[in-house]
C-alpha cells in the first residue's frame, strides 16, 4: 500500500509511464478496446441497492461482476419463482430465505418489495428501526433529486415501502376488520422476530397490544386476504443478538398451526422430518458472502475466529494470501487508519459492542442513536454527524444490516480469549461477571460487528490499565495474541513512493 502520489496534467504521462516501468509485466496484456467497452458495475452497498431498485433498475443491473452474483440471482429468481406460483394458485406462502452474513439477503427482500409486487402492494419489514431510518432517509433523497415527486410525497411513499414491523402488526391488532393493502410483505431478519412474551411487553417506551408471538401475528393478518399472500423471512445465520428472539422454530410452529399456509425453503426449518406443507428450494439459500469485496474468504475466517479455531482461521489466511483484518493496539493510530485507508467516495467509521461498557475509558464510549443513524451513514465529513468523523460508535443495533467501506471495530472486555476458550461477560456495577446463559447472544455480536465491512476491518484491542481492574492488560494481551496467531496482520502506516526525480506536480 502506498500514499498517494500528487501530479498535476504535464507531469501525468511520465508519472503513468514511472509506474508502469515498476510494475511487473502481466502474464495477459491489458485489451484496451475490450475494457473501455466492458460495463462498469461495483459492487453496490445496500443504500445504493436500495435506492437503484426503488428507481425500478433491476437486481441484474446491479449485480457484481464477480462470479458470486449467480448466488444472488438464482435466488432472486427462485423467490420470483414462488411468488408467481402462490398468485396462480391463489394460495398463502412462506418463502425463507437463508443465508451468511452479507450474502445479499436484504437486496433480495427489496429486489422483490420493489418488482412487480410493488403494484399489487408490496412492503420491507423490519424490526431494525436504524435500518429503516437509512433506507426512508435515502430512498426519499433520491426520488427528490431524479424529480420524481415532491419531498412530501417521497417520504409518504417510502414510509408505505419501509416499515417498521411492530409499528404494523400493532397497527392490523388494532383494526381486526382491516385487511392489508400488501399482499407481498418481506419480515427482514426474520429468526429475530419476537417471542410470545416479548411481544405481550412490548419496550420500555411503547405499550405493547399484541397476544401472540410475532410470526403468529404476521400469518393470521397477511391471511385475512382472500386469495394469494406472500411472507418473504430473510433470515440470517448466526445473528441472534437478544434473549427475546424466537428464532426458526417459532416460524414452524405458527406455520404448521392453522394449516392454511404453506412454505418454500431450503432447509429444514426445525428438527425431524420435513413436514407436508414445507417445499426444498436449494436456491433459496445465500451461501457466498457479497459484501467483503477484498476476500470471500472473510466469512470463513470470522467463522473460525468466533469459533476459537485460530489453526482453521490462519490456514484460511494463509491460502488466500491474507484476509482484510487488521489489528491495531493504539487508538489515535486507529483513527489516523480510518482516515488513510479509504480511497475516493469510500467511508469509514467505528463500531463497537453495546456490552463493552468499559470503552469508555478509551474513548470510545458515545454511540449514535435514533433519527442521526441516518447522518452517520449517508452524510460525509465535514459534517461532523458523519461516520468518517469518527466521533461516535454504532453498537451491534445501529449498524445490524447496514455497513461501511472501511471498519474500525474496537474490541471490549465483554468478549475475552482464555486458554479454555472465548468468555462473555457482561458489565455490572463496576465489576465485570461471566455471561453464561447467553454467551452466543454476544458471540454474534462480535459476529455482526465483524461483518460490517465492505474492505478492511481494522480491529482495536486496547492495553488496559494495570491500576484497574475492568482494564486487565494480560486479558487484552492474550485477546491480541489470537488474534494475531488468526491471521490478522499489524496495520502499518502507507509507505510513500520514491519518485524518479522531483518535479512531478
Sequence with gaps: MVSPIACDGAGLARLIGWIGSQVPPPRTPLDGAAWLAAPYRPVPGIVEAATMLYARNGVAEIAAARADAANLTRTTAAIARTIERAKAAGSRVVVVVTGIPGAGKTLCGLNAVFGPARQEGAAFLTGNAPLVTVLRAALAEDAVARGECSRVEANRRVAQAIQNVHRFLEHYVLAPQEVPHERLIVFNEAQR?????????????????????????????MGRHDGWAVIVALVGQGREINTVEAGLAEWHRVIEAPGSWRAAAAETLAEGPDPPWLSRDPHLHLAVSMRSVRDVAAADWIEAVIAGDADRARAIAEETGGVPFHLMRNPEALRTALRRLPRGRRR??????????????????????????????????????????????????????????????????????????????????????????????????????????????????????????????????????????????????????????????
Design 193 to 221: 422476530a419476537w417471542d410470545e412474551a416479548k411481544a405481550r411487553a412490548g419496550t420500555q417506551n411503547r405499550r405493547s397490544h399484541l397476544a401472540m408471538s410475532e410470526p403468529a401475528h404476521t400469518l393470521e393478518i
Design 348 to 505: 469509514a467509521g467505528i463500531v463497537r459492542s453495546s456490552g463493552a461498557k468499559r470503552l469508555r475509558a478509551e474513548g470510545f464510549g458515545p454511540e449514535v442513536q435514533g433519527e442521526d443513524i441516518a447522518h452517520w451513514l449517508l452524510r460525509r465529513w465535514p459534517d461532523v454527524r458523519a461516520s468518517d468523523a469518527l466521533e461516535v460508535c454504532a453498537i451491534e443495533y445501529a449498524c445490524q444490516g447496514l455497513e461501511l467501506d472501511i471498519v474500525g471495530l474496537a474490541w471490549g472486555g465483554d468478549f475475552i480469549r482464555h486458554r479454555a476458550g472465548w468468555e462473555a461477560r457482561r458489565f455490572v456495577g463496576t465489576a465485570w461477571q461471566r455471561e453464561r446463559a447467553e454467551a452466543h447472544f454476544v458471540a454474534n455480536t462480535y459476529r455482526v460487528l465483524l461483518t460490517r465491512a465492505c474492505y478492511e476491518t481494522v480491529i482495536y484491542v486496547p492495553r488496559g490499565a494495570l491500576d484497574e481492574p475492568t482494564r486487565d492488560p494480560a486479558e487484552f494481551e492474550a485477546l491480541a495474541a489470537f488474534l494475531s496467531r488468526c491471521g490478522a496482520t499489524a496495520w502499518a502506516e502507507p509507505v510513500r513512493s520514491s519518485l524518479p526525480e522531483a518535479g512531478l506536480l
